[in-house]
């Protein structure tokens, strides 16, 4: 298992011509995961960006992890934002960009260790978070 881990960051900069694409796209190439857990949408539920556009940044991330699945996980319940808002931006942009929606909020609503800021988990707090929706998929 790997974990890659940005806090703050938004889809478009994990799709295609983002900042984080690259560095991506290398670990895809190298470690060749068959699943991945995407877990984006907290920033992204604010940011002014209109939700057809964050559907096609997805589409583009989703797309350039080759032949893996991929499960959209929503963001740990968060004290600053909405939480109505972030699940349905994850939701949307999950079920429109061809991921299946992993429902952190509902399925592992203890999961928000590690976090420094209130709203951010650490690389261990996303560790953790994958790890437990493994779990819950039935880990194979």
Do not use: R
Request: include cysteine; aromatic fraction near 8%; hydrophobic fraction near 40%.
């Amino acid at each position: 298992a790997k974990t890659i881990a940005v806090t703050g960051s938004t889809i478009s900069q994990w799709a295609a011509g983002g900042n984080q694409a690259a560095a991506l796209q290398a670990e895809i190439a190298s470690f060749k995961p068959s699943i991945v857990f995407i877990s984006l949408g907290t920033n992204d539920a604010n940011n002014g960006v209109s939700v057809s556009k964050k559907k096609k940044k997805a589409a583009s991330l989703i797309s350039s992890l080759g032949s893996a699945k991929v499960f959209w996980m929503g963001p740990p319940k968060s004290q600053t934002i909405p939480d109505a808002k972030v699940i349905a931006v994850s939701t949307g942009i999950a079920s429109t960009a061809g991921g299946q929606f992993f429902n952190t909020y509902t399925q592992l609503p203890t999961i928000t260790s590690g976090s420094t800021d209130g709203i951010h988990p650490t690389a261990a707090g996303y560790t953790n978070m994958a790890n437990s929706a493994w779990n819950f998929c039935g880990g194979s």
